[in-house]
């Protein structure tokens, strides 16, 4: 054999380079930031993607459905989003404890403004088989799986759609169809149809058609108008490719070049600026597509994005950048943190923000309940788009409770210059600008008249037994800085409000609380005392005075002009501080990598029961540096 001289050598190697050229069917996308989260804590030592509103849609409760779903059932998951006729439709999939264990049900919720939302519809009920039709063998009943839930058609229509099959195995052989319904302007729902039957017959050899199944086909409704639109639907070949993996369409429907074989899995997309389709699935896996999904390249795995079976959802945004979000690890069974990545083409991305560092605990256990927020979607192109510049995602908490998070765009993680928020000019119950807010239902963050005084403060309030709710502002960066606040309590003798000052990474230096006992603790170094007793609906103005230098960091703090604390020592070294954190109840980060997830547990104690609501209000906010 000839050998190959240097020039050989050099010019295989640049021919080698030039085959993965980020953006190229060889490397659709890249992550150029070299952040990765740190897999110890729920955060991941990540910066914040400033003012994201994260919102709970549903809280599951088994002992008392009324305040749920109406049924009590506690594994939910596989939510999606649209943004139709001015009004937010979430779409999620239910079943009572268990993944892909019968019955199974979709569901939807609906809000105006993103914040407050409807009690759930049953949309596709548990599936009935008819008379005569018998469960193939091997099978253990019914169930629902979709990766698509909505499709806005070009005439103006509203169609919400659904999958169902058989447990436990939806894939394949298990399905049976696709179903379709339209969704009214009044709040109505159309008839159920199937719009497409799977093109696998079942193990017992049983081909789903009209015959043997429980709703009409599409094409014998009288509305021609829905008629249309479910042809609009099934011409769309990008929105379709959302079916492949339930159906990887037997009878040629997915035409185009991707191998039947190949493992791809939640397909998300969106189109470059120069008009080609970038398609994301699964495990890290890309390709192109520059004929509207006719052909694609060959799916590769991107070796700069960090998953595992967690969906990835990728889109362009209203400032005409892109973003990417996903949980950046490669664990299946713990599922955070949710972050964000962004750039300018579609290809290259950096900036790796926290968009959601909550991890609350598992209240009930079911098979495959991975721990963090899983499976987020967002709106598919076409599928609508709010009024503002915001990026909206929905997702599952622990695969239990439904969740909304909205990502002001431009995503940025740095604020310039003093900060001084009064609240006075936000509406009532509306966004808070540039503040984190994390919201579960029995633990809102609210902007609320000002309680003995004018103008407008924000309100936490907490009746959650296992969970709390957290308003975090980013300031400057910087080793000194002042930082105050004024508070007032609804009460003295239950919750508790704690306030830190923290590093870029969430580490946590300065700490003070308002416990349950009135008292006010401040930790100094490795101990805490106590300051102060507070009474109910007082005000109290903190003023922190910090020096966060890594050698001899301290802080001084005074209370309505007093000062109480003087050269207390950091709780931990920091090189700077950052943020300002406010969670009524104590700081978590369990469960963690090594907490089991497939062991069952009972449910927690009173996890369905509120305690004692504890209120807390905020007001005059204000940092600068020293």
Not at 91 to 102: F, K, M, R, T, W
Not at 461 to 490: H, M
């Amino acid at each position: 054999m000839k050998k190959l001289g240097w020039c050989s050598l050099v010019l295989g190697i640049g021919l080698s380079t030039s085959f993965a050229q980020t953006g190229s069917v060889h490397e659709p996308v890249r992550y150029v930031g070299g952040i990765s989260a740190d897999p110890q804590v729920h955060e991941g030592r990540l910066r914040y993607a400033i003012g994201v509103e994260s919102r709970q849609t549903l809280r599951v409760n088994r002992t008392h459905p009324e305040l749920a779903d109406g049924f009590g059932w506690t594994y939910n998951h596989a939510s999606t989003l649209c943004y139709w006729n001015n009004t937010f439709y979430q779409q999620y999939l239910s079943n009572p404890v268990d993944e892909h264990i019968a019955p199974g049900q979709t569901l939807v919720v609906t809000s105006k403004d993103g914040r407050t939302w409807s009690k759930p519809t049953v949309v596709f009920p548990p599936y009935v088989a008819p008379k005569g039709v018998k469960i193939p063998k091997g099978s253990d009943g019914y169930m629902m799986h979709q990766r698509m839930g909505f499709y806005t058609v070009p005439n103006g229509r509203l169609l919400v759609l659904a999958f169902y099959a058989h447990a436990e195995e939806p894939f394949r052989e298990g399905g049976i169809g696709r179903v379709v319904r339209e969704a009214y302007k009044d709040g109505t729902y159309g008839p159920i149809y199937f719009i497409r039957y799977s093109s696998h017959k079942t193990v017992d050899g049983v081909q789903w058609t009209e015959k043997n199944t429980s709703y009409p086909f599409y094409q014998k409704s009288t509305d021609q108008g829905f008629v249309e639109a479910c042809n609009a639907l099934l011409g769309d070949k990008l929105m379709t490719l959302q079916w492949r993996e339930e159906d990887n369409g037997l009878d040629g429907f997915y035409k185009n070049n991707l191998d039947k074989s190949l493992d791809i899995q939640a397909l998300s997309y969106y189109h470059r600026k120069d008009g080609k389709v970038v398609a994301l699935w699964k495990r890290s896996k890309a390709a192109l597509s520059d004929d509207e999904g006719t052909t694609f390249s060959t799916p590769v795995k991107v070796p700069t994005l960090t998953m595992a079976g967690g969906k990835q959802w990728g889109q362009r945004t209203d400032d005409g950048r892109y973003a990417i979000c996903y949980n950046p690890i490669e664990m299946d069974e713990h599922r955070f943190p949710l972050v964000v990545i962004t750039g300018d083409d579609g290809a290259i991305f950096d900036n790796m923000l926290l968009v959601q560092g909550e991890v609350p605990p598992r209240r009930f256990f079911g098979r495959w309940k991975d721990f963090g927020p899983c499976y987020m979607r967002g709106m598919e192109e076409g599928n609508g788009n709010p009024p503002g510049n915001d990026m909206w995602l929905s997702y599952s908490m622990n695969k239990e409770d439904i969740w909304i998070s909205r990502i002001p765009t431009p995503v940025r993680y740095e604020v310039k210059g003093d900060v001084s928020d009064d609240f006075n000019a936000l509406q009532n119950n509306g966004s808070v600008p540039d503040w984190n807010i994390y919201a579960p239902q029995w633990a809102p963050v609210t902007v609320v008249a000002t309680p003995q005084k004018q103008g407008k403060c924000l309100e936490l309030a907490d009746k959650d037994p296992y969970d709390y709710a957290r308003a975090i502002r980013v300031f400057e960066e910087g080793t000194q800085i002042e930082c105050s606040l004024t508070v007032s309590p609804a009460q003295n003798k239950t919750g508790s409000l704690e306030i830190d000052l923290t590093d870029c990474y969430g580490n946590r230096p300065v700490r003070l609380r308002f416990d349950d006992k009135g008292n006010i603790v401040v930790t100094d170094g490795g101990t805490e005392k106590i300051v102060q007793t507070y009474d109910a609906s007082q005000w109290y103005t903190l003023t922190f005075s910090v020096n966060a230098q890594l050698a001899g960091g301290s802080f001084d703090l005074a209370i309505n002009g007093k000062k109480v604390v003087e050269k207390a020592a950091l709780a931990e070294a920091v090189k700077s501080v950052e943020r300002l954190s406010l969670l009524t109840g104590p700081y978590r980060d369990l469960p963690n990598r090594k907490t089991p997830n497939e062991d069952p547990h009972p449910p927690l104690a009173g996890a369905d029961e509120p305690v004692a609501t504890a209120i807390f209000f905020v007001d005059d906010v204000m940092v600068k540096k020293r």
